[in-house]
């Protein structure tokens, strides 16, 4: 239904100067660019580059604003993964005896809590980048892109204060330094690509149908539950009469080989044993997947963002 | 908005590009319709079963699924040349501030094409900033998010700051953004807007912020980036800004383009129009 009165159009278009010509040509003849095109992929990775320092300064300025009002400042960065790993030791390493079966079961729950927490986090926000930016992609040009990737880039700020948090833990619980602890570097390279390309994924979802940032809570807890963030997949798989492709979906889905992988990297008594074969390169493959399939997804709909 | 106004005689129509030299044309809109979608209103407004519809068959039935449509912008056609500053009237929910952002690129259009010399940029910062942090890191944050590069906005803090007058009353600017007073925010949002040099820049009733004496440096500044700008758009409600800064009008009412001319010709056709108040 319309909103104005259809009142025939005024004669004023076209204000051409030579009446000949139309404003395309004319156009054309200055090299004028149609405003609000998409740019092309190459065209749009570079300009992203040349936004790089505001993507990182954004981040950087939404993980300090997070917790700037609160009286102890900054040091929430760290007293909160603390928290967030000592409830969910209660929970499941107090009450419920989860542990049976797990070697050094603190850090093998707290390295799952922060690495997952690090994924789920970046979908939500990444959910919510442009819709819950729309401010800003209205008033100003940039590529979009920017968004899911600076509340990924905070998530992983957050990540490596987590990190500090876990690497006390683990020191305290007696693990010890090893030459591994060199293969978080990677880990968590991979698991950052991934990230951001689900989180640029679910941003063009959320933009188009905000719903999916109600939705999306439910779905993240329910692969959080399935990816042995706070038991060993192994142990509770063993016992039970299930398929085994079952147990293939659980344990290669890109959630469990990130956190599996951080576990090998850090904790001495998780062996190499326990990872699933070809880990390295399920963890690059879905890195990929996600990194490269996420851009050009959001990509594709760059022109409609900020729309209605 | 009342449907009974009368149509006034038409004025004087454009005469641009009778000129002998050839000027080069910075934004050309040809047949510009915009059109805005609204989830949620109309017939069956809120019931699971509309929503339903829509969510499935959301491209066939748009119109059924409560989908409103509010055509705002209607076949606008117009050139801009270099230099000139053009103003854009019209009352409230004309469709100004639409086209200003299509020209920008940040709304797509319906029909119609508009084509740009560069980028043209959205004089208005405001989302990008955050008002739990600094004023200064909002300086960076804000010049960032317009494209300049971390050099460059160190050049122009300074000035940045010495234009808001932000620090006139004591050392403000290292205070977080939501301890200012309304004005001193806005001040500091036009003052970093206003910092960078834009090709087509686009400046959408900013001149109303701020006390006297910073709206008299803004209108400066704003012909101070005319110079330096291939052209300027701005929408004022405030027919004498328009006068001071532009030499172009385009008058757009319930979405179509009434008159685009001289400055004087078409404030004076407005200004009946709109009951001759100022």
């Known amino acids: 239904m319309s909103q104005v009165l259809h009142t025939p159009p005024p004669t004023t278009a076209g204000s051409a100067p030579a009446a000949a010509e139309s404003p395309a040509q004319l156009a054309a003849r200055h090299g004028l660019s149609v405003s609000g095109a998409r740019p092309s992929l190459p065209q749009y990775v570079r300009q992203l580059w040349a936004r790089r320092h505001f993507i990182t300064a954004f981040a950087t300025a939404k993980l300090t604003a997070q917790y700037s009002q609160a009286k102890l400042g900054q040091l929430w960065q760290v007293v909160n993964p603390l928290l967030n790993a000592a409830v969910y030791y209660l929970i499941f390493g107090v009450l419920m005896g989860t542990k049976r079966g797990v070697p050094d079961y603190v850090p093998f729950l707290v390295t799952g809590v922060f690495v997952w927490t690090f994924t789920q ?65 990677p880990a968590l390279v991979l698991q950052f690509t991934f990230n951001a390309g689900v989180a640029m994924a679910m941003a063009r979802f959320g933009a188009k149908t905000p719903d999916v940032s109600q939705l999306m809570p439910f779905v993240l807890r329910t692969w959080m539950y399935a990816s042995g963030v706070m038991w060993s997949l192994d142990v509770v798989l063993a016992d039970r009469d299930l398929p085994s492709w079952v147990h293939t979906v659980l344990e290669y889905n890109p959630a469990a080989v990130y956190i599996d992988l951080m576990r090998f990297a850090l904790i001495d008594s998780f062996q190499g044993s326990q990872l699933p074969d070809h880990v390295w390169a399920v963890a690059l493959g879905w890195a990929l997947l996600a990194g490269i399939g996420g851009f050009i997804y959001f990509w594709k709909a760059e022109e409609t963002y900020g729309r209605g | 908005m009342a449907d009974t106004i009368t149509r006034p005689a038409e004025g004087p129509r454009s005469t641009h590009g009778t000129d002998t030299a050839e000027r080069v044309p910075t934004v050309i809109a040809d047949r510009v319709d915009i059109v805005y979608r609204v989830n949620g209103t109309g017939a069956g407004r809120g019931t699971a079963t509309a929503a339903l519809n829509r969510i499935l068959r959301r491209k066939k039935t748009e119109k059924a699924a409560g989908v409103r449509r509010v055509h705002a912008v209607r076949n606008v056609s117009f050139t801009a040349y270099r230099g000139e500053a053009i103003g854009l009237i019209g009352t409230n929910g004309s469709g100004k501030s639409t086209l200003l952002k299509a020209v920008a690129g940040l709304l797509p259009v319906e029909n119609g094409r508009i084509y740009t010399d560069g980028q043209p940029s959205l004089l208005g910062v405001n989302a990008a900033l955050m008002s739990d942090l600094t004023g200064e890191r909002n300086v960076f944050l804000g010049g960032l998010a317009m494209g300049m590069s971390r050099d460059q906005v160190r050049e122009r803090y300074q000035e940045i700051v010495d234009f808001s007058g932000i620090n006139e009353k004591g050392d403000f600017i290292t205070l977080p953004m939501r301890t200012y007073s309304s004005g001193m925010a806005a001040r500091l949002r036009f003052s970093i807007a206003a910092a960078k040099d834009h090709d087509v820049l686009l400046v959408d009733e900013a001149l109303a912020t701020g006390d006297r004496s910073f709206q008299k440096r803004s209108e400066a500044r704003i012909r101070e980036l005319r110079k330096h700008a291939g052209t300027v758009f701005l929408v004022s409600h405030n027919n004498k800004s328009i006068r001071d800064t532009c030499d172009r009008v385009l008058w757009l009412e ?11 010709d078409v404030l004076k056709e407005y200004e009946k129009f709109t009951g001759g108040k100022k």
């Open chain 1, 121 to 185: 986090s970046s979908i939500m926000a990444g959910t919510k980048a442009v819709s819950g930016s729309l401010g800003l992609v209205r008033a100003l040009h940039f590529p979009r892109a920017s968004l899911p990737l600076s509340y990924c880039l905070q998530q992983l700020q957050q990540l490596l204060f987590s990190m500090i948090v876990l690497v006390v833990i683990l020191l305290a619980c007696g693990v010890p330094v090893t030459a591994s602890w060199l293969l978080i570097v």
């Open chain 2, 254 to 264: 319930r979405g179509e383009l009434r008159m685009d001319g001289p400055t004087a």
